[in-house]
Structures are given as structure tokens and as C-alpha cells.
């Protein structure tokens, strides 16, 4: 398998449920990202990780937790969402000493929150 | 900071011609690379061309190529001869060398009619 894999592609979550999305890399990249992309805003980017260190958090609520436990792999936990959270959660990687690097994403993750 | 402006939130061009999306940045990075990237309907992110500040001459990549005004900070991204499965969102990204960060525009979306 190849490219940046993310899992599930569509997910339906209740405001009390806990669920966590997941993103695997196989391009031997070694930082990773996720962002959230709403309808009519632009993509935010919530968490960076780079060599599984997270060294951006860009002022997301508690109720998302990144984990990265090794540099192939990404998940994203939520817990106790709100229905504005509903949006396309996209995962990237880059090869981060490669400074101009692009990014590869993954094809996202539909989240519906009910 | 990095900021990028997409000042076209939608087109529509005719099957086989030409289109021209806008894309003008802001950074104070004297090294940054530009992107373009496509998304369908379905979701992902695909990276469609790149273009590095020090790049001499302008991106090309098959149909899709890169006006790149470096005095204007624009880097206008134009797709030859349109196709039906060109119908999609368009974002203008860049990074500079200094950080991980990629930054995104607002994004344009194209129709191509037949």
C-alpha cells in the first residue's frame, strides 16, 4: 500500500460518543498533519507533528487529542464533539527537513456530528 | 506570517479551452515554495504542480502550468484545453522554508460545461 491512508472515509458520531480517526503513511515521510476543512472556510490546520514530537497546536479545543506513536501513523480522538465540529478532517505528510517540501493528503475523513 | 488570497470563489469555462485561476501571496520568507492543488467532490487533496521562489523558470506539468510573477507575488495557475473531469476545487498553498507550515487560500471552484 502506498500514499497516505485515512480511516474511516465517512463516520456519524452522537455529542457523547468517543471515536478516533486514523492515518497511516507509507511514503517514509516523517511529519504529519492534520486539518479540518468546513463548508465555505478555508483548511485549518489543527496539529503538526514532526518526527512524532507535536510542535504546533494551533489553539484546538480539548475535545480533539492527537496521538502520534510513530511516524508512520496518526490518529486523531474525539470525545464529547460539538455539531460544528462536523467537517472533512484531512491528514497529510511531508518529509519535514525537506523545507519545501509539498504535502501528500490523504482523501479525509467525513465526520458527521448528530 | 504567510498568507495566500484567491479573490475567485468560482468559474465556469468551456470544455477544451483555456482557464486562468489567481493565486497572490504574502510572506516574509525570502525562500518559499508555492502549490497548487485540485479536490473533487469526493475529497482528497491532489497536488497538481510546484513552483520554488528561486525557480528561474515557471512550472510546467502536462496541461496545468504556472504563471509565476514573482514582483507581483502572484502564481496564477493555467489549465490547457479544460475537461469535464477538471470540474473541482482549486487551492493555492505555499510554504516557506523556515517552518512546516502550509498555507492555504480560500480556494476556487471550476465548472467545465460541455
Known amino acids: 500500500e502506498t500514499g497516505v491512508t485515512q480511516t474511516p472515509r465517512h463516520l456519524v458520531m452522537g455529542m457523547t460518543n468517543k471515536k478516533s480517526l486514523k492515518c497511516e503513511q507509507h511514503l517514509g515521510h516523517n511529519a504529519m498533519y492534520w486539518y479540518k476543512q468546513s463548508a465555505k472556510k478555508p483548511l485549518e490546520l489543527m496539529f503538526v507533528?514532526?518526527?512524532?514530537?507535536?510542535?504546533e497546536n494551533n489553539s484546538v479545543p480539548s475535545r480533539f487529542s492527537p496521538e502520534c506513536p510513530n511516524s508512520s501513523h496518526l490518529f486523531l480522538h474525539l470525545h464529547t464533539l460539538q455539531p460544528e465540529d462536523s467537517a472533512l478532517y484531512l491528514c497529510?505528510?511531508?518529509?519535514?527537513?525537506?523545507?519545501?517540501?509539498?504535502?501528500?493528503f490523504g482523501s479525509g475523513t467525513r465526520l458527521t456530528v448528530v | 506570517a504567510q498568507k495566500i488570497t484567491q479573490t475567485q470563489p468560482g468559474m465556469f469555462v468551456q470544455e477544451k479551452e483555456a482557464v486562468t485561476l489567481d493565486c497572490t501571496y504574502d510572506?516574509?520568507?525570502?525562500?518559499?515554495?508555492l502549490f497548487w492543488y485540485k479536490q473533487p467532490s469526493s475529497g482528497e487533496m491532489i497536488f497538481l504542480i510546484y513552483q520554488g521562489s528561486y525557480d528561474q523558470q515557471n512550472a510546467t506539468e502536462g496541461r496545468y502550468s504556472l504563471n509565476f510573477q514573482k514582483a507581483r507575488k502572484s502564481a496564477n495557475l493555467v489549465i490547457s484545453a479544460s475537461q469535464l473531469g477538471d470540474s473541482a476545487m482549486y487551492f493555492c498553498?505555499?510554504?516557506?522554508?523556515?517552518?512546516?507550515?502550509?498555507?492555504f487560500g480560500g480556494g476556487t471552484r471550476v465548472l467545465v460545461k460541455p
Open positions: 510572506t516574509s520568507d525570502p525562500s518559499y515554495g
Open positions: 498553498a505555499i510554504r516557506g522554508a523556515a517552518g512546516n507550515k502550509l498555507t
Open positions: 507533528y514532526s518526527l512524532e514530537e507535536r510542535v
Open positions: 497529510a505528510s511531508s518529509q519535514g527537513d525537506r523545507a519545501l517540501a509539498g504535502y501528500t
